[in-house]
């Protein structure tokens, strides 16, 4: 199950948000270099650029984020999961079955 906090991180309730399976696991490696360049361990994710997959509007803005993330001269180790949504049907509750005292015998 996805969750999300209905608050506070840590502090809150979490909240169901989808019913989910983790697909894959990959692992995505991202080096500043000493010139400052940013340089990804992959740049496609099933043929789609990466910054794509991962919410960017170019690979600049991209590189522009993990240029203030990653310190340079370092190389960090990252995980992304890909997920699949599970075919769950969220049903309602049932509504309580109540039979009115007149249809009990006790009125009549």
Do not use: C
């Not at 989910?20 to 940013?38: A, N």
């Not at 310190?71 to 049932?94: C, D, H, Q, S, W």
């Amino acid at each position: 199950m996805l969750y999300n906090w209905s608050g506070a991180a840590y502090r809150s309730k979490q909240e169901d948000v989808a019913a989910i399976e983790v697909e894959e696991v990959l692992e995505m490696i991202v080096t500043h270099d000493r010139d400052g360049g940013i340089v990804f361990g992959r740049d496609k994710i099933d043929g789609i650029p990466i910054h794509k997959t991962e919410g960017f509007d170019d690979a600049g803005q991209m590189q522009e984020w993990f240029a203030k993330v990653v310190p340079i001269g370092k190389t960090v180790e990252l995980a992304l999961m890909r997920f699949r949504l599970l075919n769950v049907r969220v049903y309602p509750p049932a509504p309580t079955q109540r039979t009115p005292q007149h249809e009990k015998g006790g009125d009549k």
